[in-house]
């Protein structure tokens, strides 16, 4: 099948080739992201292949199925950025790939817990300058502390297992359905609110809907364990970003580790060492001693990549087959989880 692959980078495009080997699909790929500007270069190409961050709304959708494409293939497991009514009022199926490596995010969610309690980054800028002092490098144990899991689905469920069983932390989490093996575990499951008054620290793994967007806001901040650390590697908007700095500015917030955020895709994955940086809320959680940023990275590893690779060529595969989709996410099945 012709597919127009947007958002490319020069990783995607050697896993792509790599497992396209096994199908034969004709693959033009396009550094742009996918929006309203650039849905055009979708015209006539039966699939497009898109990210995280392009943009799938009806709008672009109406251009694509106006162009005859039939298929929208995500990279990724999220698709809180497609609107799924319109493309299934304008007969555009959606796929994705449910679970790739949640292992790949999972160890990376560990490792932003770790490098952020034990001031990693900060004592390496100071080694390669020669700075071999250690005051203000005060860590905390794991072991023993409380902590807590929004969503146990396949990433939060591998990260509470490790945290409780690797590290003997002390685990309460939030999901709207419980986990029976975590539970056997002596994993606690509460409402979000009471889990935010218990613990602190706080791991986000729930997908973004409308009913987790700003999950952590003002009241919720305001209402949390005093110093709580939070760390969010699912998306961005579950986290009220003016609000977690105002609660870094009051110390009510004791630390942040962000794989994700809100206004991210004005950012992330683009070298902007030369530019001029606008976004003034994402400049101003730079300035924390206490915040650690990634650029959406979790998911950067080679068993996740070929995975991805894999799934989004076969559901191309059978797409071009007629056959049924294994990984197709429509607005009914999301409208059945709410
Ligand atoms: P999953 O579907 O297996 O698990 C999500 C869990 O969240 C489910 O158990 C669901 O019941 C629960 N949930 C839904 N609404 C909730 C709510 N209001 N409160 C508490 N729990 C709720 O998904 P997953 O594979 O574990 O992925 C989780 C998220 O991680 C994805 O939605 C995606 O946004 C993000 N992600 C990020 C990266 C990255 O590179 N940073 C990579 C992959 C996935």
Known sequence: ???????????????????????????????????????????????????????????????????????????????????????????????RVPAYSPEAVAEFTIGLILALDRNIPRAWNRVRENNFALDGLIGRNLSGRKVGVVGTGRIGALVARSLRSGFGCEVLASDLVEDPELVAIGVRYAAVDDLLREVDLVTLHCPLTPQTRHLIGRRRLAAARPGVTIINTSRGALIDTAALIEGLKSRQVGGVALDVYEQEADLF????????????????????????????????????????????????????AGASLTRQVTARQVRGQA
Not at 8 to 37: I, P, V
Request: proline fraction near 1%.
């Open 269 to 320: 994955f683009e070298d902007l060492s030369n530019e001029i940086i606008q976004d003034d809320v994402f400049q101003r959680l730079l300035t924390f001693p206490n915040v650690l940023i990634t650029g959406h990275q979790a998911f950067l590893t080679e068993e996740a990549l070929s995975a991805i690779a894999e799934a989004t060529l076969a559901s191309i595969a059978e797409a071009e």
């Open 1 to 95: 099948m012709r597919v127009a692959v947007f958002s490319t980078k020069a990783y995607d495009r050697r896993f792509l080739e790599a497992a396209n080997r096994g199908f034969g699909h004709r693959l033009d790929y396009f550094e742009a992201r996918l929006d309203a500007s650039t849905a055009a270069l979708a015209e006539s190409y039966p699939a497009v292949c898109t990210f995280v961050n392009d943009r799938v709304d009806a709008a672009v959708l109406e251009i694509l199925a106006r162009g005859g494409t039939r298929l929208v293939a995500l990279r990724c497991a999220g698709y809180n950025n497609v609107d799924l009514e319109a493309a299934e009022r304008l007969g555009v199926a959606v796929v």
